[in-house]
């Protein structure tokens, strides 16, 4: 059955999945605030999709010997926030799952089948962002692994013991340079970058890394403590 999922999705994925192995887009979000004890939290819920690389924990060898040719694989995420407008901290949870094409499926079908399924939770620092505009975040948790499909049936089941993966992350947000190069948000099918670590560097936001035209937020995760 996963055999014949997984046919059609390994083209072109490697450089999708990032120097990290692993890399996640924000394709939509909804935000709201709220005020507590005198502060104003952003609350924010995302949806996520990406790619991680064959041999990551998020893409096993074990679990997929039976699709060929594989040299990545799918994850979809749901993940909700809550960050301090005056810290630009706070804590995050969600779910994640890793989906391969479902039998009767196209082969240019988006992934919908789930074969490694679990949870995740951490705390998110936006500073940069918040305090300083300037467009980088970052993430630190655990992914909890609960389910994973039989190779043979893809029938999900409960692993007797939950495997956690401590993580960390980098988010970059896409942004525009302003007339007089300050940092400034891109408009859907606008030229966008991504800062580099050094605060300088200015990558280039690809045709792949847009959801209907607009650029998304990137973030690259980094399994281990």
């Given at each position: 059955m996963l055999t014949l999922a997984a046919a059609g999705h390994a083209a072109d994925r490697d450089e999708a999945t990032g120097a990290t192995g692993v890399t996640l887009y924000e394709i939509s979000e909804r935000v709201t605030f709220d005020q507590a004890e005198g502060v104003v939290f952003r609350n924010a819920t995302s949806l996520l999709?990406?790619?991680?690389?064959?041999?990551?924990p998020l893409c096993p060898f074990e679990l997929l010997i039976s699709v060929p040719r594989v040299e990545s694989c799918?994850?979809?995420?749901?993940?909700?926030?809550?960050?301090?407008?005056?810290?630009?901290?706070?804590?995050?949870s969600g779910t994640f799952d890793v989906v391969v094409n479902a039998p009767g499926?196209?082969?240019?079908?988006?992934?919908?089948?789930?074969?490694?399924s679990g949870t995740f939770s951490g705390a998110v620092d936006l500073s940069l962002a918040v305090l300083h505009h300037i467009p980088l975040g970052s993430i630190a948790g655990t992914f909890t692994?609960?389910?994973?499909?039989?190779?043979?049936?893809?029938?999900?089941?409960?692993?007797?013991?939950?495997v956690v993966l401590p993580f960390k992350g980098t988010f970059r947000m896409p942004?525009?340079?302003?007339?007089?190069?300050?940092f400034e948000r891109s408009a859907r099918n606008q030229a966008a970058f991504y800062l580099a670590d050094d605060l300088r560097t200015?990558?280039?936001v690809r045709a792949?890394?847009?959801s209907t035209g607009f650029p998304d937020v990137r973030l690259e995760v980094?399994?281990?403590?």
């Open positions: 999709q990406g790619f991680a690389a064959l041999g990551t799918t994850v979809i995420a749901t993940g909700t926030d809550s960050v301090s407008t005056v810290s630009g901290t706070g804590p995050v499926n196209s082969s240019v079908h988006v992934p919908d089948l789930p074969v490694i692994i609960t389910q994973i499909a039989d190779p043979a049936t893809a029938v999900m089941a409960a692993l007797p013991t939950p942004f525009k340079l302003g007339a007089h190069g300050g200015r990558m280039p792949f890394e847009r980094t399994f281990g403590n």
